[in-house]
């Protein structure tokens, strides 16, 4: 399975944009990129996915090189709403079988 | 629609009591995931249904954990004889079933955190 490395933790503050960077080398042929984001108590929730070059929808960009080794959330000017844990999951629907690992996570927090 | 739902939200048990933790997944979602989160930690798969069936369960950490899903819809995770180091948040999340090969994209319920005195 790829092992995925994230920041433990980001400090940014209101209005900024913020990139957070997983690197995931031994990335396989068919394994997709996705973000996740969770809240103090809360289950994550789905942010966005991509497979190559650059993914954007109404919260985030996802900018993934050529190579595929890394990838990079981009949240455009964050609020105090956005602090939270941000995960990496690198995998693939593979038969019947979900080859899904997750990051440690990167604790943003947004300063006022 | 209802979300995923978790039961009990928190469980206080004794070291080498069995425990069930329930999961009832988003109506029509045919895949459904634990993982475990210990403090500060990460998400710790644990084990993908498809429907009823667990063709991946590589990540019980022990036999001494189980899980069942029935009529496709609910499933149970079982700890028997709890240890400490089992206390964290046990997360169950579901998908839709979809083609393609991108993972779908999983709806967490909010948990039930364990604890193993």
């Known amino acids: 399975l790829a092992k995925t490395t994230q920041p433990i933790s980001m400090d940014s503050y209101e209005g900024q944009e913020v990139n957070i960077t997983c690197s995931h080398n031994?990335?396989?042929?068919?394994?997709?990129i996705t973000w996740y984001q969770q809240f103090p108590s809360q289950g994550p929730r789905f942010i966005i996915q991509?497979?190559?070059t650059k993914v954007t929808n109404e919260v985030a960009s996802l900018f993934i090189p050529a190579d595929r080794k890394s990838s990079t959330l981009s949240l455009p000017r964050v609020s105090l709403s956005d602090t939270a844990v941000y995960y990496c999951l690198v995998g693939v629907l593979s038969g019947s079988a979900r080859q899904l690992t997750f990051g440690s996570g990167t604790q943003l927090t947004v300063l006022p | 629609g209802a979300g995923v739902s978790q039961s009990p939200s928190n469980k206080v048990t004794e070291k080498g009591k069995d425990v069930e933790l329930r999961c009832d997944p988003i109506?029509?979602?045919?895949?459904l995931y634990w993982y475990r989160q210990s403090l500060g930690q990460g998400l710790e798969f644990l084990i993908y249904f498809q429907g009823n069936s667990a063709p991946d369960k590589s990540g019980l950490p022990s036999d001494r954990f189980s899980a069942e899903r029935t009529g496709g819809s609910v499933s149970t995770l079982t700890i028997q004889r709890t240890q400490q180091e089992d206390s964290a948040v046990y997360l169950c999340?579901?998908?839709?079933?979809?083609?393609?090969?991108?993972?779908?994209?999983?709806?967490f319920g909010p948990g039930t955190r364990l604890t193993v005195l």
């Open positions: 991509g497979y190559k």
């Open positions: 109506s029509g979602h045919t895949a």
């Open positions: 999340a579901s998908s839709p079933r979809t083609s393609g090969r991108a993972p779908d994209t999983q709806y």
């Open positions: 031994n990335i396989a042929t068919n394994d997709y």
